[in-house]
């Protein structure tokens, strides 16, 4: 059960870390002067919107784009798992000796075992080779999370490097998943979370949650350090279990250290420990292989949280702060249906850049109070809007991205994967989309269309296409019930070809 008292640390971290370094902040208050103007504006009594510039938005797009793609999950985890043994060292750039010597000064500086080997150099040389566009990628990302992380394993006394595991159990995806049923940054099973206090229920999964599973995480390092009495094998211990270290070392006749027991190892916890020593390589020296990444628009250390009061939903906060959905989801990422519960003497808490956090606060009543409204409109919920059969086909253009598509359609990310059969967060230009809309946006909406009839009786006729739901958008103040009650039609299936009265007999 998550108490307040777990998030104390990193506030106490946030606090010391604006006191030492009030300039890294000023990055998100200073500038534009017609960025300072952005501000709330109350409309009646619950219709809440914070403005924002739409130019500054686009500029954002790139970056979320990258933030939200979790296909990086995927080819991480191959890369743990592949052959290094079949790349050749032929390329007469790379200076073996150099290479040792950083190894040397790196060893020197952890408590990792950081000793050259044959498979190491060859990882590195391949991560190099073959993955130097996605490690960019991870560093950018890694200027997110890190702050945070190093917070935590000081604080639990563990070494600040392995804050690089989380790289190659989820190539930092916070809602990464493994076909076993792991999830989030540290890839937590579902008993194994539970027994670090991490909560797992229909609305929360605190296995997603950056920060409870970085504690939790820490928390189980310790617990394997302490009974293996060395951070290599604790690593490998994480990925397979204790038990499969413990009888590789029986296997190899007790040896304990890594590389002698790497052998009698299961094949994926083989190359477990070398891609993280090759990660914590490639991130030590990224400034001498030209290794770049982005800054992220919104670093973790720049956002704040408040204690939910009332159920609301991550859709809500989003369209209210005139804010990306996909950016409110990926700071929350462990409200896995978007909707953050209120329950007594159960604090939830809800992310958000600190630019926004003061007008949330400000007008958190009427923010709830435009919720409730929402929430007790659908206790009925309108056929439009939970029927399978009203969908429609979403061509994808330039600039699009699943975050983005989601945000105007009124839905989930997941839900347009799971809808589209999609892996991943890859679209193209010009790819269909399948999107049941609980929303349509403006430039979507279609426009009245006259009738095309040589009589005045008002009949429409059917398109390949078409639906119940998006007829009903052609006509206004025409429903779905108005035209099944008209045409005498019991369920949604309609055909092309088919007449359908649009408008009430005299």
């Given at each position: ?390 969908r429609i086909r979403y061509r994808v253009r330039s600039g699009d991205y699943l975050g983005k598509i989601a945000e105007q359609f009124g839905v989930t990310v997941q839900k347009i994967k799971q809808w589209n059969s999609l892996k991943n967060n890859q679209i193209s230009i010009g790819q269909r989309l399948t999107i049941i809309p609980r929303r349509i946006p403006v430039d979507q909406k279609p426009t009245e269309q006259k009738i095309s009839t040589n009589n005045a009786s008002g009949v429409y006729i059917v398109r390949p296409g078409d639906s119940l739901w998006s007829i009903a958008q052609k006509f206004p103040q025409i429903s779905i019930d108005d035209l099944k009650k008209w045409n005498g039609i019991s369920g949604n299936k309609i ?12």
């Amino acid at each position: 059960m998550r108490q307040q008292t777990t998030i104390l640390p990193i506030q106490i971290f946030l606090g010391c870390f604006l006191a030492l370094s009030p300039a890294l902040f000023a990055q998100s208050t200073e500038g534009n002067p017609e960025e300072q103007k952005a501000a709330a504006e109350t409309v009646g009594a619950t219709e809440v919107v914070f403005k924002d510039l739409a130019h500054t938005r686009q500029i954002d797009s790139l970056w979320l784009a990258t933030l939200y793609d979790t296909s990086r999950y995927n080819e991480a985890q191959q890369a743990v798992q592949s052959p290094w043994d079949s790349i050749a060292l032929h390329d007469s750039l790379w200076s073996t000796a150099l290479f040792k010597e950083r190894l040397a000064a790196l060893d020197a500086r952890t408590p990792f075992h950081v000793e050259y080997n044959v498979s190491l150099e060859q990882i590195v040389r391949g991560y190099l080779k073959k993955r130097r566009t996605s490690m960019q990628r991870l560093i950018g990302l890694s200027h997110y999370y890190f702050p945070m992380f190093e917070a935590i394993l000081a604080q639990y006394g563990l070494p600040l490097e392995m804050k690089y595991l989380a790289i190659v159990e989820s190539a930092l995806a916070p809602t990464a998943t493994s076909p076993a049923g792991a999830r989030g940054l540290w890839q937590f099973m579902f008993q194994t979370g539970k027994s670090f206090g991490l909560e797992v229920n229909s609305y929360v999964d605190d296995r997603c949650d950056p920060l409870q599973s970085t504690i939790a995480a820490a928390k189980y390092l310790n617990k394997l350090h302490n009974s293996l009495d060395d951070w290599d094998l604790a690593l490998a211990a994480y990925n397979s279990g204790p038990g499969n270290v413990s009888k590789a070392i029986r296997r190899s006749g007790g040896r304990t250290n890594y590389w002698n027991i790497r052998s009698f190892l299961p094949r994926e916890t083989a190359g477990y420990v070398p891609a993280f020593l090759a990660t914590m390589y490639l991130f030590e020296y990224a400034q001498e292989y030209g290794l770049e990444g982005g800054r992220p628009k919104h670093p973790f250390i720049t956002t704040d949280t408040v204690r939910v009061k009332k159920m609301i939903s991550l859709e809500q906060v989003a369209r209210v702060s005139q804010a990306n959905l996909a950016e409110i989801e990926f700071l929350n990422p462990s409200y896995t249906l978007g909707l953050i519960p209120a329950v007594k003497d159960h604090p939830y808490y809800l992310r958000l850049p600190r630019d926004i956090m003061g007008s949330f606060v400000t007008h958190e009543d009427s923010i709830y109070a435009l919720a409730q409204q929402e929430f007790n409109q659908r206790e009925q919920p309108l056929p439009e809007l939970m029927n399978q059969n009203n969908r429609i086909r979403y061509r994808v253009r330039s600039g699009d991205y699943l975050g983005k598509i989601a945000e105007q359609f009124g839905v989930t990310v997941q839900k347009i994967k799971q809808w589209n059969s999609l892996k991943n967060n890859q679209i193209s230009i010009g790819q269909r989309l399948t999107i049941i809309p609980r929303r349509i946006p403006v430039d979507q909406k279609p426009t009245e269309q006259k009738i095309s009839t040589n009589n005045a009786s008002g009949v429409y006729i059917v398109r390949p296409g078409d639906s119940l739901w998006s007829i009903a958008q052609k006509f206004p103040q025409i429903s779905i019930d108005d035209l099944k009650k008209w045409n005498g039609i019991s369920g949604n299936k309609i055909t092309p070809g088919m007449s359908l009265r649009v408008q009430k007999e005299s």
